[in-house]
């Protein structure tokens, strides 16, 4: 398998609702990412995890709450949000070189389209 | 921190002309520069990469070329087809620093047959 799989396709939730978005890969990739993508704009990072440990979190508000439960899978849980974290959110993965901490080449998933109302 | 630069932002060309996209970063300590395609609706697709070590590199109609003395690197389409049309995005990242990658703005390129 050498894609990034994201469901659901399309997500429509309400500011009060509560609602996860799920990654998969399959390539051995030990570094997971997830991004957030306004149209005609370049994909902004939101959080980076290497070993299923979170490395990077770019100042993200806590309504968006990341989980690594394992190697393969990706989640991103969702809570309170508003209007204008409606976006295209993308997960992507990338190799790890183990003792060099290379991080290679990013797969990106479909995506998943939310919109908040 | 590293800012990454991206012209032209729209690109119209004529089948069967070439295509060039350059973008220009900030933080001479980048070593790796990949590219993606996001056609409309889709995933961005990496089409491909080049790192620091190397000065030009080429898959079939694409190429890439760095410039690390004046930090900035360029895509390279010949030989365009419709299907090539689709935004394409620059980006500019330190391996070994957990692979964040900083992206340029973007170009949308359209093949016209």
């Known amino acids: 398998d050498t894609e990034v799989t994201q469901t659901p396709k399309h997500l429509v939730m309400g500011m009060t609702n509560k609602k996860s978005l799920k990654c998969e890969q399959h390539m051995g990739h030990r570094a997971m990412y997830w991004y957030k993508q306004k149209a005609k704009k370049p994909p902004e990072l939101m959080f980076v995890?290497?070993?299923?440990?979170?490395?990077i979190n770019e100042s993200v508000p806590s309504r968006f709450s990341p989980e690594c439960p394992n190697s393969s899978l990706l989640n991103l849980h969702l809570h309170a949000l508003q209007p204008e974290d409606s976006a295209l959110y993308l997960c992507a993965s990338s190799q790890v070189d183990m003792g060099l901490v290379v991080y290679n080449e990013q797969f990106f998933g479909p995506g998943t389209r939310l919109t908040v109302l | 921190g590293e800012n990454v630069e991206q012209h032209p932002s729209t690109l119209s060309v004529q089948e069967g002309d070439s295509a060039v996209i350059k973008c220009t970063y900030s933080d001479s300590a980048s070593n790796y520069f990949p590219w993606y395609k996001q056609e409309l609706g889709k995933r961005p697709q990496l089409i491909i990469d080049?790192?620091?070590?190397?000065g030009e590199k080429k898959d079939q109609r694409i190429a890439v070329t760095l410039n690390k003395t004046a930090k900035h690197f360029s895509l390279h389409i010949t030989e365009t087809q419709p299907e090539d049309s689709a935004v394409y995005f620059c980006a500019a990242s330190i391996l070994r620093q957990g692979g964040k990658l900083i992206f340029g703005q973007g170009t949308e390129l359209s093949v016209k047959p």
């Open positions: 995890y290497s070993y299923e440990k979170l490395s």
């Open positions: 080049i790192r620091s070590n190397v």
